[in-house]
């Protein structure tokens, strides 16, 4: 059984399979943990490439939308204030990618007071976050205005060399997405005349102009980096995604190779489990509700 | 071709097609605009009786999250101030239901300055209303706390007798689902011993024992019957999803009789429509991004 | 006894009584509920103008702090949406003045998804609405950006000629101000070559150039023109206010002409009232605790 | 010249100058930082006891409204998360005291998520906590809903041994404000059987019934004891505030001993520097505004 983030063990493994078959022969299967996971596990199946069943417990609306989103929005602001101390009410924050990790940041970064502007390739989310009150914007346009950026998108190099040159003086860059080519963190350091590190983890490098640019963290996840990473709250959601998906491959001995969904009802027990830790209660359907919503035939 | 809402149009032309099935051979297919509609679309096909193929435009991203978020988060706090000139910022509002629509509402109630508490009875919904800010318990115990309570759930008295006989004097009841049904007001016209419209589509009811309960609009949706229900500007990207259903029920002669989902790349040509309409310009993908996006072997 | 709103009736009573002495003899003195009437009233002082004690009910903090802000801020954004249907999470609204009346509607805009500008004079009040989260400017540059151009600020012509020249097609223009002074309505109508009412209290003019400009409730307060101005939970503070403040010239009989502050402990009596009304509880010092906020020597 | 921070360098030298007279002779002046050392100024002044002028820089605007707000806000939030690393979004948090160092942390709390519960002695501060959105009960009352405590009143022992035998197992304590007498650290250091150091500034008292209670930062303020004290871009206006009394106190040599107000001028320079340090422009009243804002005559 594979507990994966990242999707890296699921594809050492594989590609150390090809020369030692038998490696994967007890495999019953995996989960992965991330987005960026899920996309690599994906594009390895639909490649031909992937032999174990592979669940997505990074799909778990108790993962995805809470982990990704509370988590991330409080972890990541919180890596950047302890590695810059920077006050965040009178900055302007590039969040780069609206996705649930990219929707949290935004929120949490706004809620600390900072005027937030947001880049996106989906049409669908930069209209999310236009109707949720932020400036959505080229990341051409937002680099020159931007006092702190920050990558979430799963995807590379989206703060690139000729964003980083239209930069403010002293603009901060920092990545909260899984991996560390969002930034173009060779470039910068290539093109760095001089390099000084200021705090822990924050490096502060200077430019042939004069011009000086700062990298969090060194460009990995700012979260793991810079602070503690995510709450044990929200932790345990996503590590009780992970058992019941080890669960469930148990169980279900039939699942194929390829990306599965962990069970809608499944992922509901986990959140019914952490409202209880919590104390909260809820309410259930009676049943003259439960058989309401089976039906069709009373309307207005 | 049928453009529904609430499923209405569709359980009336298939009730009078049993007597009369030339009725509905013409149909080439129906859509249907509200998350009530698709579950009694569904419930029809999951009992065999529906004839036709339906698109779900509810479910569209560009309908559900926008028009049952931000829509009804607008227009059901507007009805409710427009029929009660109530101030909102003195409120314990009761959010009954944490879907799009309650999850529009909370927000919009909150960024008014009231306080939300939620009722739900899916455990995921009750634990983001928790990680949102609010508080969660069951209806029996936010019914004596509220000054407003708000339905937003497609289901039937979940404002029941009980709850209302737990109310404050002087508490607000209204309706943002689609139907009547939300609240028992059946009950509450009953067991009334007076009844006075307070001001247009603001009616209190004096109950026996000298309380009063306040409806607005009748138990309708309040923000049709007591404003004038979603902007334009919301309306464009749910009727747009409509034509998109139409198009698409054109196009695709194949489909079976059931419910259906829009296509996700039709979804997100609205979006990008309605963000071109709105002078938003953001990102596309680099090459190399593109490419990157459907690799696995780069980590970090 | 006045109970003046503007400070309209103290003017005119001044003026009538520059003919006629007597009108004066036996009033007691007065009361003023609104920024810019304090304001007249302090300018009438200072020119040697005034001969009546007025009490400056506007500076309660159970007023300004209170009417002002949660007040206007509600009924303003409540004033747009009924005149206009428009939907605010997709606005950018600029806020013209930042003092308690500002910040409300700034609040409530942002609080509907609205992004807001702010333009300002006064250097502290432009740095809170920085540090408040909004993009602060001059009147010149947000005036092609907005969507809603809202006045606040007691003075005159803050929307002139030139800014309404530079604004976007359609954008809507409107007061929350004492006095239909704020916008340049005059110009904006000789302008004008076309004059459509679109809705109740809401007209488009149409410029030479063809392009439209919407004015709402005719320049005057968009709150009472266009809704149904504050909230009664509102106006119970603030005539509070005014109540207390006749009690206090009655029992005060010696002050002289000019403008007096209520005192503090009445000011906090309407707020102790005010709790009691909402049934919210709070705490008293005990005596070790009454004694220490006397003291100095203890420290850490 | 005394730049002051809670008044101590103030009463010591008082102290002193009983014996030796002479310590006090060529002080010109001094300037004290916060409300809780404003507030022993006074209190020396009123008993007679203080010999020289003080600015009281801490009632700044540019002080009192940015230091205490959003620099406490931030920082506050920051130590607790630092300390504890806990999430937010899913506790109730009870802020005790609502000044303008309450009204920043309950701000932030809020912004993080956290379900922000309000305690004060003042009613209008308490009618301000309600309208803001808060639920405002006796600290008797909060203590057994909280999970974690923030004190930010400037007095003693807010709370007491009783509130803390009512609170929660696990409960977190923290202190906000000046001293650190606001918790009543010695009874919970004498009443625990066990104390635990979990991290850094965090440690678990265990009472006699084996309930933990966890103080952060040995009651000390926890922005200093447990993160990095305000951001830099606060002091600076908070440090130009003291540079202005210095200024001042040099410039005014006729201030008698006593409490005395930097006059509104400076403090607007104040405001007027940072602005031009983050780059903000305004706009500034025309000749017609200005007169305007000085006249009566002109009503609607």
Redesign the interface.
């Known amino acids: 059984m594979l507990i994966d983030d990242?999707?890296?063990l699921t594809?050492r493994l594989h590609a150390a399979a090809e020369k030692d078959p038998s490696l994967l022969a007890d495999v019953i299967g995996g989960c992965e943990q991330t987005t960026s996971g899920v996309?690599?596990?994906t594009?390895?199946h639909?490649?031909g490439?992937l032999k174990i069943p592979v669940v997505a417990t990074n799909d778990n609306?108790?993962k995805r939308?809470?982990d990704n989103y509370?988590?991330t929005g409080?972890s990541v602001v919180?890596g950047i204030?302890?590695a810059t101390?920077?006050?965040?009410?009178?900055k302007t924050v590039a969040v780069v990618g609206y996705g649930p990790c990219g929707k949290g940041v935004a929120l949490?970064a706004?809620?600390?007071?900072?005027?937030v502007v947001v880049?996106?390739?989906?049409?669908?989310r930069?209209?999310?976050a236009?109707?949720?009150?932020?400036?959505?914007?080229?990341?051409a346009?937002a680099a020159p205005l931007a006092d702190v950026v920050i990558t979430l998108t799963?995807?590379?190099?989206?703060v690139s060399s000729d964003h980083m040159q239209s930069m403010k003086p002293g603009a901060v860059l920092c990545n909260g997405g899984?991996?560390?080519?969002e930034i173009d963190v060779e470039w910068l350091k290539k093109a760095a005349v001089r390099e000084d590190t200021v705090r822990a983890n924050m490096v502060r490098y200077t430019m042939r102009d004069g011009k000086d640019l700062v990298l969090l963290g060194d460009g990995?996840l700012v979260n793991l980096s810079c602070?503690?990473g995510?709450?044990?709250?929200?932790m345990a959601?996503s590590f009780l995604g992970q058992l019941m998906a080890v669960k469930h491959l148990q169980a279900c001995t039939k699942l194929g190779a390829g990306v599965h969904a962990l069970p809608k009802d499944l992922?509901?027990?986990i959140?019914?489990l952490?409202?209880a830790a919590?104390g909260?209660?809820?309410?259930?359907?009676?049943d003259?509700?439960a058989a309401?919503?089976?039906?069709?035939?009373?309307?207005?």
Chains 1, 2, 3, 4 share one sequence.
Not at 85 to 90: G, K, N, P, Q, T
Not at 130 to 139: A, I, P, Q
Not at 281 to 286: F, K, N, R
């Open positions: 990242g999707c890296d594809v996309i690599r596990a594009n390895m639909r490649a490439s609306d108790t939308l809470l509370y988590g409080q919180d204030i302890r101390a920077l006050f965040m009410a009178a949490r706004a809620g600390l007071g900072a005027q880049t996106e390739v989906d049409p669908f930069a209209l999310q236009t109707y949720d009150g932020y400036r959505v914007m080229k990341m346009d799963g995807n590379k190099h989206v899984q991996f560390v080519h990995n602070a503690d995510h709450p044990s709250e929200v959601t992922d509901k027990e959140a019914a952490q409202l919590l909260v209660e809820m309410d259930v359907l009676t003259a509700q309401y919503a089976k039906e069709w035939e009373e309307g207005y």
